[in-house]
Every structure is written in C-alpha cells, then in structure tokens.
T-cell receptor, first 115, second 114 residues
Framework: DTGVSQDPRHKITKRGQNVTFRCDPI?????LYWYRQTLGQGPEFLTY????????KSRLLSDRFSAERPKGSFSTLEIQRTEQGDSAMYLC?????????????FGSGTRLTVV | DQQVKQNSPSLSVQEGRISILNCDYT??????FLWYKKYPAEGPTFLIS?????DKNEDGRFTVFLNKSAKHLSLHIVPSQPGDSAVYFC?????????????FGKGTHLIIQP
C-alpha cells in the first residue's frame, strides 16, 4: 500500500453535469477526510468519515454534494449539477484512529474544471 | 473570516540561509498546529506539528515556535536547501484527536535561490 489514491487525477465537465470522484485510503486507516482547494487558497475541510459513518460535514458541503464510504474502505464524492464555482482541487486524506493530526496522509487530488 | 492567516504569499531565501515562515490565528480554541509542505501536482505532506502546551518543537532542520499570547507561530528552516522550494501551509485544529477538520492558511510559496 503506497498511500492515498485518488481517481481521476483530472476531470473536465460541462456545467450542469454530475461528477463522481473516488478515494482509496491507506488500508489500515479508519478515518477519511475530503477537502477542497481553490486557486490561491489553502485546503478547506468538507467532510469526515470514521469507518463507514459520516461524522462531520462542513457548511461548504451544499446539498449538491454527497459523500459515501459504504464499506468503510474507499469513498466517493459526488457533485450534482456542477457549477463553475465547483472548479477546484478535491483532496482526500486518511488517518488511523487514535493518532494525532500529524497522522494525516493526503492523496494527490482530483482537479475538477467546470466549463 | 480567515481564522488562519499567512500574510506572505511568497518568500525568497538564499540557499544555506534561514527561512522563516509566519502564521497568525484568531481562534483561541485552536490547540494543535501543523505545517504542511506542498509540491505542484501533489497533495500536502506533513512536516511538523506543535501542541498548544508547548512553545517549541524541533525536528532536524525544522523548528516550529508558538506564541500563544500573540496567536502567532513560525516555522524556521535552517539551513535552507533547494528541495525546500515548495508551498508551505500552516494549519490548526480545535482537537488533537483527529476528529476535527483542519483549518488551513492560504500558504506561502518558499523559493530557495542557489
């Protein structure tokens, strides 16, 4: 297991289309996080799972966004009816339970461009 | 309202000299602070952290200083090396157990000149 894997690396979509991203965390990590990074900004927290339970959601996560982690392993982030403002880098991170925040490992991200 | 601020978008330092990156925060509930390093087309990688019960943490060439009264922290890199050229993000959390999301600053682009 070489780290957190995200797919696809790049996605270009037309406004109004739905997109789905996948994150495969480090296999022994129970916690999984989604962040969004727009140009010139730092990553912004979107949501967090512990095993299959979604425990926290940011107010940034509008009702067009939905995240799942059905078996407590990989996670998907879906954006419905994409808007140009959704263009960003979507980052996934994972960490083990009981380890402090320096246990976070980020993936390389999925860059979404909405045209 | 930005709770974590990195006011220098970029910093240029000569190889071998000290690099000092600064970060200010406004939320007094933050109790754990981290620095991440990011290369283009990669995700952020953890560099060093500090708990609010400490005022200094050192790891090799990297030292983080925390001044709680000023709500300020800084990252010192000495000596600076060409591979240190990257974007550095300061991040903070209200819990150390990993259950809370991190709040990041906008980042400082560090350029190490030969």
């Amino acid at each position: 297991d070489t780290g957190v894997s995200q797919d696809p690396r790049h996605k270009i979509t037309k406004r109004g289309q739905n997109v789905t991203f996948r994150c495969d965390p480090i296999s022994e990590h129970n916690r999984l996080y989604w962040y969004r990074q727009t140009l010139g900004q730092g990553p912004e927290f979107l949501t967090y799972f512990q095993n299959e339970a979604q425990l926290e959601k940011s107010r940034l996560l509008s009702d067009r966004f939905s995240a799942e982690r059905p078996k407590g392993s990989f996670s998907t982030l879906e954006i419905q009816r994409t808007e140009q403002g959704d263009s960003a880098m979507y980052l996934c991170a994972s960490s083990p339970i009981g380890q402090r925040l320096d246990g976070y490992t980020f993936g390389s991200g999925t860059r979404l461009t909405v045209v | 309202d930005q709770q974590v601020k990195q006011n220098s978008p970029s910093l240029s330092v000569q190889e071998g000299r000290i690099s000092i990156l600064n970060c200010d925060y406004t939320n007094s509930m933050f109790d754990y602070f981290l620095w991440y390093k990011k290369y283009p087309a990669e995700g952020p990688t953890f560099l060093i952290s500090i708990s609010s019960i400490k005022d200094k943490n050192e790891d090799g060439r990297f030292t983080v200083f925390l001044n709680k009264s000023a709500k300020h922290l800084s990252l010192h890199i000495v000596p600076s090396q060409p591979g240190d050229s990257a974007v550095y993000f300061c991040a903070a959390s209200t819990s150390g157990g990993g259950a809370d999301g991190l709040t990041f600053g906008k980042g400082t682009h560090l350029i190490i000149q030969p």
